[in-house]
């Protein structure tokens, strides 16, 4: 199987500091990662598409300085919500695809707490 | 612009009766539909899509599902319910015939098994 692995699971942060929260793909290489975002009780939006070695395209209304995200290899992206606020608690996964037009593997999400 | 209409948010029912979850969705293009099941705190898991040919899916769990062009329609369906699948169900679609970028969802249905 593809295996899409998010670390960390839960992370609690301080209001105004940055944390990261990785996303890999474990047994495949993926050209391509996502990053959606979901509220309580609500659907998941995507965030951002992430290609390695280029620069994420962001959806309308996401802020690209506070929502950081790197795809330095093809098994590895990263999202930094960088001065973080309460607001930003939310539940963050990504998904992973081998290439065009191939299924998307989720991760597992990580929970983030600002407090 | 395409958009997915879960019409249940939330759906109880007893164990080993019948189940249907609701999925329409909007769209100009030709897309393709998913399925989706989230368990508390975890990523998606894939339960079934409907990418061309027979309008009837199976998907795993014993799921299935039913593509009406003419009604825009993806409802979900299962025989016989079992507690194990209490769960949070999301309807997806992706109108850019690719079934693993950018997915569009629906609001989501949660699933609750009674015993």
């Known amino acids: 199987g593809a295996v899409v692995s998010q670390h960390p699971s839960r992370v609690i942060c301080k209001s105004g500091t940055s944390v990261k929260i990785e996303c890999r793909s474990l047994?495949?290489?993926?050209?391509?990662m996502f990053w959606y975002r979901q509220f309580p009780k609500q659907s998941l939006m995507l965030m951002a598409t992430?290609?390695?070695?280029?620069?994420?395209?962001?959806e309308q209304g996401v802020e690209k300085d506070k929502f950081l995200i790197n795809h330095a290899s093809l098994t590895l992206s990263t999202l930094t919500v960088t001065s973080a606020h309460p607001e930003d608690s939310s539940f963050y996964i990504c998904?992973?695809?081998?290439?065009?037009?191939?299924?998307?593997?989720f991760g597992q999400g990580t929970r983030l707490t600002v407090v | 612009a395409q958009s997915v209409t879960q019409l249940d948010s939330q759906v109880p029912v007893f164990e080993e009766a019948p189940v249907e979850l609701r999925c329409n969705y909007s769209?100009?293009?030709?897309?393709?539909l998913f399925w989706y099941v989230q368990y508390p705190n975890q990523g998606l898991q894939l339960l079934l899509k409907?990418?061309?040919?027979?309008?009837l899916v199976k998907g795993i769990n014993g799921f299935e599902a039913e593509f009406n062009k003419s009604q825009t329609s993806f409802h979900l369906r299962k025989p016989s319910v079992h507690i194990s699948d209490t769960a949070e169900y999301f309807c997806?679609?992706?109108?850019?015939?690719?079934?693993?970028?950018?997915?569009?969802f629906g609001q989501g249905t949660e699933l609750s098994v009674k015993p």
């Open positions: 998904s992973a695809v081998k290439g065009l037009n191939t299924e998307a593997f």
């Open positions: 047994d495949f290489q993926a050209t391509t």
């Open positions: 992430s290609n390695e070695g280029s620069k994420a395209t962001y």
């Open positions: 769209s100009s293009v030709s897309v393709y």
């Open positions: 409907y990418l061309s040919g027979s309008t």
């Open positions: 997806a679609v992706s109108p850019w015939g690719d079934q693993g970028g950018k997915l569009i």
